[in-house]
């Protein structure tokens, strides 16, 4: 296994034009958007793939558009403030990086990149058991990183995978549940994408018209690295990114059942995520198992789709699990997607594609942009809201969209810190 320094080193570097060029994004689409003119579709698909008709994709940013907010006024938000604990730890803001495979296929080095920007802002980042990086390099850049393992069915597999993770020093543990069975994306198909990559003519073609991808990701990777393998779906290094023949290795993994859970939380010794679910039983499950969180996920509609959108998911879950640390993903977009899922019971929130497509068209450059953009957006919404604090926010601030608020439902002002230093009830 490689576990070069250059890697390190690189995922630090940002030139002075590339930071430049990056202050021209002014929000997370714009990264998607830039992401679909310089990488090639084969692989830009992947990275936009959603299930079958797209259903739970649309449906995940149409429940932030059903929710308004109700600002209060002339609070004094001087000091707000987006820090949060997650799970006892601090962090600078309630989101992170959610687990994306083939980072390191959108830009170069993107695993460690990505690891890197997470860790000089203060946020979560979630390695993903579909990189192209091996985990202990990884491990090296960001010490706080989280580890995402997608379980193979075997029992002594899953161990194997457990002790690897577990003697490169990571903390917490992911294990995404939702990918028992892969999902039907056609779009991929359409697009020519195969994971492995199938050398084509048309791939070929792809990457012949994008050759600032081409030299700067794919063939400086050959050149400075070597073929990128899958290097952390199991104990072992797995298949190679690009191969005529060569088939992944899944493992039984639509054997997968509680009772793998409960095999796992026996022996992970560190802090344990469930992530990809929507059911509130299966939360309440997992919280009898010992996870320390969930993350409610339809995996940004890549899986089943017509399944629910996590936002409305949230309510029943933060219901049926008061004391659990709660995590959401799929169609946050913006700073007052986090603030409404915050309001209506998450803890934390983490965004896939748009980070994925920072790290391709900028590299560190590109990823610290999109943080600094979600940091002023969250940070300026909860001002415009109202608040100092996150730990404020309750469902209290919205109101479904298109609803008027009832007539007998005012409020008193909000306290403001003064208030609250003299131990005045608290808004809830
Ligand atoms: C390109 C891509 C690769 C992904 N790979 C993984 C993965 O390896 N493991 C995982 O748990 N989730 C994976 N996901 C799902 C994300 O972790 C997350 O649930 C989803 O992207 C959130 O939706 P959003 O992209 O709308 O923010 C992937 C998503 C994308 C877009």
């Given at each position: 296994?490689?576990?070069?320094?250059?890697?390190?080193?690189t995922?630090?570097?940002?030139?002075?034009r590339?930071?430049?060029r990056?202050?021209?994004?002014l929000?997370l689409?714009d990264?998607e958007?830039?992401?679909?003119?310089?990488?090639?579709?084969a692989?830009y698909?992947y990275?936009?793939?959603?299930?079958?008709t797209?259903?739970?994709?649309?449906?995940n940013?149409?429940?932030?558009?059903?929710w308004?907010?109700?600002?209060?006024?002339?609070?004094?938000?001087?000091?707000?403030n987006?820090?949060?604990?997650i799970?006892?730890?601090?962090?600078k803001?309630?989101?992170?990086?959610?687990?994306m495979?083939?980072?390191a296929l959108?830009?170069?080095?993107?695993?460690?990149v990505l690891?890197?920007a997470?860790?000089?802002?203060?946020?979560?980042?979630?390695?993903?058991?579909?990189?192209l990086?091996?985990?202990?390099a990884i491990?090296?850049?960001?010490?706080?990183?989280?580890?995402?393992?997608?379980?193979?069915?075997e029992?002594?597999?899953?161990?194997?995978?457990?002790d690897?993770?577990?003697a490169?020093?990571?903390?917490?543990l992911?294990v995404?549940?939702?990918?028992?069975?892969?999902?039907?994306?056609?779009n991929?198909?359409?697009?020519?994408?195969?994971?492995?990559?199938?050398p084509?003519?048309r791939?070929?073609w792809?990457?012949?018209t994008?050759?600032?991808w081409?030299?700067?990701?794919f063939m400086?990777?050959?050149?400075?690295d070597?073929?990128?393998?899958?290097e952390n779906?199991?104990a072992?290094r797995?298949?190679?990114?690009?191969s005529?023949h060569?088939?992944r290795?899944?493992?039984k993994?639509?054997?997968l059942?509680?009772?793998?859970?409960?095999?796992?939380?026996?022996?992970?010794?560190g802090k344990l995520?469930?992530?990809?679910?929507?059911a509130?039983?299966?939360?309440?499950?997992?919280?009898?198992i010992?996870?320390e969180?969930?993350?409610?996920?339809?995996?940004?509609?890549?899986?089943?789709?017509?399944?629910?959108?996590?936002?409305?998911?949230?309510?029943?879950?933060r219901?049926?699990?008061?004391?659990?640390?709660?995590?959401?993903?799929?169609?946050?977009?913006?700073?007052?997607?986090?603030?409404?899922a915050?309001?209506l019971?998450a803890?934390?929130?983490?965004v896939?594609r748009?980070?994925?497509?920072?790290?391709?068209?900028?590299?560190?450059a590109?990823?610290?942009?999109?943080?600094?953009?979600?940091?002023?957006?969250?940070?300026?919404?909860?001002?415009?809201l109202?608040?100092?604090?996150?730990q404020e926010?309750?469902?209290?601030?919205?109101?479904?969209?298109?609803?008027p608020?009832?007539?007998?439902?005012?409020?008193?002002?909000?306290?403001t810190?003064?208030a609250?230093?003299?131990?005045?009830?608290?808004?809830?």
């Open positions: 296994m490689s576990q070069l320094p250059a890697r390190i080193s995922a630090d570097h940002r030139p002075a590339a930071v430049r990056m202050e021209r994004m929000s689409s990264f958007r830039a992401a679909a003119r310089h990488l090639p579709l692989i698909g990275l936009a793939s959603v299930a079958e797209g259903a739970s994709f649309d449906a940013f149409n429940a932030y558009q059903s308004h907010f109700v600002p209060r006024s002339l609070v004094g938000v001087r000091e707000r987006i820090a949060t604990s799970m006892g730890q601090q962090w803001a309630p989101f992170g990086i959610a687990p495979g083939l980072a959108m830009g170069y080095q993107g695993d460690a690891a890197a997470a860790r000089d802002a203060g946020i979560p980042f979630v390695l993903s058991g579909s990189s990086t091996p985990l202990e491990r090296e850049v960001n010490p706080d990183a989280w580890f995402q393992a997608y379980v193979p069915g029992h002594e597999r899953i161990d194997a995978l457990l690897r993770v577990a490169a020093g990571f903390g917490t992911v995404t549940i939702d990918v028992v069975i892969a999902g039907n994306r056609e991929n198909t359409r697009n020519g994408f195969t994971r492995p990559l199938r084509t003519l791939l070929l792809q990457g012949m994008h050759p600032r081409s030299l700067g990701t400086r990777t050959l050149a400075q070597g073929m990128p393998h899958f779906s199991m072992t797995g298949a190679p990114i690009l005529r060569a088939e290795d899944f493992g993994r639509d054997h059942n509680w009772d793998h859970i409960r095999h796992i939380r026996d022996r992970w010794k995520v469930i992530k990809g679910l929507l509130p039983e299966d939360a309440v499950t997992a919280q009898e010992g996870a969180a969930i993350v409610v996920s339809n995996h940004g509609g890549r899986q089943l789709d017509g399944a629910l959108a996590p936002l409305h998911a949230l309510p029943a879950i219901a049926a699990c008061p004391g659990l640390c709660i995590g959401i993903d799929g169609g946050v977009r913006r700073g007052s997607d986090v603030l409404k915050l309001a019971g803890d934390f929130a983490l896939g748009p980070l994925l497509a920072a790290a391709a068209v900028g590299a560190r590109g990823v610290d942009r999109a943080i600094a953009i979600l940091n002023d957006e969250t940070r300026r919404n909860l001002g415009l109202g608040l100092n604090g996150i926010l309750s469902s209290r601030y919205l109101v479904p969209a298109g609803t608020l009832p007539a007998a439902a005012a409020t008193p002002a909000p306290e810190k003064a609250r230093t003299t131990g005045a009830t608290r808004l809830q």
